[in-house]
Every structure is written in C-alpha cells, then in structure tokens.
C-alpha cells in the first residue's frame, strides 16, 4: 500500500546524499518533495501541513547543521515525525477489572469488521483469552450466518440468537451476551455491529444504543484503508455521533495510496490498534506506529520478523537444528530441509517476509514476482522421495530422478536442481554454525576460520622484531595505534576507507540471490 510513498521518499533521500553541508535551498526542495509524495498518498491536507512545518524547523535547526551527515539526520527526523502522525507509541487493549471484556466494532458496510471480528477473535485467542463473538449485524443479508462461519474458522465461539436478515434486535442481542458469557466462561465479548453504505442517524443511533446497553472497554472504528480521504471525514462522523477509543485498519494490503493510515490517528486523535494486512484470519496483527514508519522508509520491519519467528518456531528445536549443522554438513538432511522449509511457510507469505527486511525496497518488484507455489513443488519433490533417499541425497541417479520427477509431477530438471541447491546450501549453512564464511573479513564468526588464522600466524612468524627491547615496544605501540586507527568509527571493523558495500558476497550467497 505504501509502495508510492515510499518510492518517492527514497529518491527524495538520494538526492541528499553525498552533500556534506545542506543550505536552507536544500532542505527547502526536500521538504517540497516529501509535500508532494504525501498528497499523492492521498494524506489529509492538515496533516500535511503539520507534518512538512516540523521537519522543516527541526531541519533547519541544530540538530542538523552540526550533523557528521545531515542526509542521514533528515531521515532520522522524517522517520520521527512519521512516528508522530501514526500515534507515537503503539496502543494496547484495556481489558476490563472483572470479566467479559466488551469490545465493540463499528464502521461502514464494506469496510471488514465481520472478518476482522474472526480475526480479532483468533489474535486474542492466541494471547491465552476465551473471545465470544456476538452477532449484533441482523440488517445485512447473511451477515449472522457470516459471522457464524468465521467463529468457527477462527476457532471461537459466537453467540447469535436471532436469524438477521431484517429480523431481532441487535440492542438485545447485545445485552443479553454479556450474561451468556458469564455463563459459559468467555472472557472477551467482540460485539459485530451493522453498518451502512453512507452515514445516516439511523445507524449512529442503533450504534449508540448498543454501547450504552453493554457499557463497551474499548469502541474500535473499522475503515478500511482503501478509501483515502474519505476515511478522515468518516472517522470524525463516527467520533462525533457514537465516540471510540481506537482506529483499526483493515485491507492495508490493498494497492490504495495509503493516505487514511497517515491521516486518522492525527486528525481524530485516536491511535491506530490494530491492521489487517490479508485475506486470511492470521494476517492480522497490533499497529506499531515506529515500525510502520521504518517500513515506509524502506528501512524494514526486523521486529516483527523476529516475533513472527518466535511464534512459529520451536527453540528446542532450532537447538537441535544447530547442533547438527555443527557436528557437520551430511547430518543435515532433505528431511531436516523440508521441516525448515514447512515451518518458514507457517510464518506467511514468503514476499511479505522478504518485504520485512532493510532495503528489500529495492528489488520489490523482483519479491512481488515470486512464486509461492514453488515451496509447495519444492516439498512434493522431497516427499517423493524414498527414506534413504533424503537421507542421503548422493544416491539419487538418473533412473531415481525420473520416478521423483514423474511422482511430483515436475520435469527430470527440477528434481537435479534442487539436489544441487540443498547441497550448495547444507555447506553454507554449516558453515555459518561452524564459524566461518569466507569473504566477509571483520564479522564475528563469519571470516574468522582457521585458514585465516593461520595466515595470520605465518605473516606474523615470518616478520621480523628489532633485537633492541626499547624500540620493539615502539614498534608495538605503533602497529596497536595503526589497528585502532583502522577501526575507529567502523562498527564492523573494516580497514579505513572501506565500507561493507565494497566487499563481494560469497560464492555460497550469490547461488540464492537469483
């Protein structure tokens, strides 16, 4: 959704690097630039122009004029007042003294709060709640019937006592789930109000009848993040007439420029929860304003990366996995390969995790192209293979390829090619737990083998030291001075005047870089 904006952030930001001072007319165009790149975004005029009169005066401030690199300092303040547009710190749900815990969606028709009731539903369960799902949309045909169905995907329960379709009445409904879930021991209460197709008395008026049936903790305001500018007004409409206490965006997946997500938390003042980012019920997730801003930036999304992966892998099991890589490259198999590959899968879309890491931004056009599908071949040319075969991939011949090829259905080709792609990738990786990666000078545990200490040792053995005590200590003292002098300011420890862009990624990484 932010692929514009971030698109012409960047060139923005490349137009500064290189400049070791910026004058007034420097910060002026870029200013100019990012006004621009937000109103093609679709962001609300007032936000604008909050946003372009910070940077500016923290642009032309201090902060940047005595900056070793004032390009740099321009992101960081650009990156800090994006933060500040989307809420500044991210927002949790409150949840009640004494259980259930009421929280109520509203929003138009259209915008996804009955998806995103399931989905809710899910993301809480899987915090340890017991989520009840209640049907209070009985105007929209099939809407309780809908509701019906994503409770049980999401594996949660829904309490709808009357059919919908124009028939019941949603303020009872409402006030009777608070003692159904009492009774059956539900936590969390997430009351799925109707909507319309524009703003109208009426349905503020059902809306407000229900929150003061049912007293909610948290009133959250589902828009859709497609709908751009008319996302503000509706938001204000919705604070006006029924109030709430939090914004979640859904569709954010969606080719829309993007503008609601930068507009509503600033204009109505209500942070942003929560961001539906997919079709599926897991693609959900909380709003983190400070990462939503570095993903802006193309600087990535680490953080939820990591959290993904902690979610979905086992440590025990990624210590069993390192402790085969370190006892040698043959202990990892095609059966340990497929469990990884299965297990990466389970994290999402493989674009969008690529999509996660800094300065994916660049090749997006080259991550939105890949195939998922190609995991999914991958894995049935693994399965079918024999035991032994996966076990030991070297006994694969050529009469071996063919059955494997004509029982996953690929050609002859791709059976060879991913055996040559495991074995390229079983010796990185255990060299990577071993300690040694060649070509990357400096990293701990990643250009330090043995090969390389020896060399050191023997360029050493065969240097000569002065006889003369006092000038063999100046000899010394010199070549420490040297070392730090190499390393001073260079995190990675790279000689002077070098940087990591200018080393080759090793044989072993270019294999898997297309």
Not at 221 to 235: H, K, L, R, W
Not at 318 to 341: C, N, V
Not at 471 to 495: I, M, S, T, V
């Amino acid at each position: 959704m932010f692929d514009t904006l971030s698109d012409r952030l960047a060139a923005t930001f490349k137009n500064l690097r290189g400049k070791g001072r910026l004058s007034e007319a420097d910060i002026d165009a870029t200013a100019r630039e990012i006004r621009i790149a937000l109103l093609e975004a679709d962001v609300a005029l007032p936000v604008v122009r909050s946003f372009i009169k910070q940077v500016k005066e923290r642009s032309l401030g201090a902060e940047v004029s005595r900056a070793l690199n004032p390009a740099q300092q321009i992101v960081k303040i650009v990156n800090e007042e994006l933060v500040g547009i989307l809420g500044g710190e991210t927002r949790r749900l409150r949840f009640a003294k004494t259980a259930p815990t009421v929280i109520m969606l509203a929003g138009l028709q259209g915008a996804g709060k009955t998806t995103l009731a399931g989905k809710l539903g899910r993301w809480l369960k899987a915090q340890g709640h017991a989520p009840l799902l209640v049907a209070c949309d009985l105007q929209r045909p099939n809407a309780v019937n809908q509701l019906s169905v994503v409770a049980e995907r999401a594996g949660v329960g829904v309490y709808a006592p009357e059919p919908g379709n124009g028939v019941g009445d949603p303020v009872q409904v409402a006030k009777d789930s608070i003692e159904y879930a009492r009774t059956k021991q539900f936590d969390i209460v997430i009351v799925d109000t109707a909507g319309r197709l524009g703003i109208d008395a009426e349905m503020m008026q059902q809306a407000a009848d229900i929150r003061d049936a049912v007293s909610p903790d948290e009133i959250l305001f589902v828009v859709d993040a497609m709908i751009g500018q008319d996302a503000v007004n509706t938001a204000e409409a919705f604070r006006d007439g029924v109030g709430f206490d939090g914004v979640v965006l859904s569709k954010l997946d969606g080719d829309a420029r993007g503008g609601a997500a930068l507009s509503v938390a600033h204009v109505t003042g209500k942070q942003i929860m929560f961001a539906s980012n997919g079709e599926k019920l897991d693609d959900f997730d909380a709003f983190h304003p400070d990462r939503m801003a570095s993903r802006i930036l193309g600087m990535g999304d680490v953080l939820s990366l990591i959290e993904k992966a902690e979610q979905t892998f086992s440590q025990d099991e990624a210590e069993k996995m390192a402790a085969k890589l370190a006892k040698g490259p043959k202990e990892f198999t095609l059966d340990d390969f497929l469990s990884q590959m299965e297990q990466v899968r389970k994290m999402g879309s493989i674009s969008k995790l690529l999509g996660m890491l800094p300065g994916m931004a660049q090749i997006k056009d080259q991550i939105n192209n890949l195939d998922e599908r190609d995991v999914d071949r991958t894995a049935a040319i693994i399965k079918s293979m024999t035991p032994a075969e996966r076990q030991d991939p070297t006994i694969i011949n050529g009469s071996r390829r063919a059955r494997i090829a004509k029982g996953s259905g690929v050609d002859v080709s791709a059976v060879k090619n991913l055996v040559e792609r495991f074995f390229d990738a079983r010796k990185m990786m255990s060299r990577m737990a071993q300690g040694g990666m060649p070509g990357m000078p400096g990293l701990p545990g990643m250009g330090g083998g043995a090969s390389r200490k020896k060399k050191q040792q023997k360029q050493a053995k065969g240097k000569r030291q002065s006889g003369n005590p006092m000038k063999r200590k100046a000899e010394e003292q010199a070549a420490a001075e040297r070392r730090e002098q190499a390393q001073a300011g260079n995190p990675l420890g790279l000689p002077a005047g070098q940087d990591a862009q200018d080393f080759e990624l090793p044989d072993e990484f270019k294999k898997f870089m297309g």
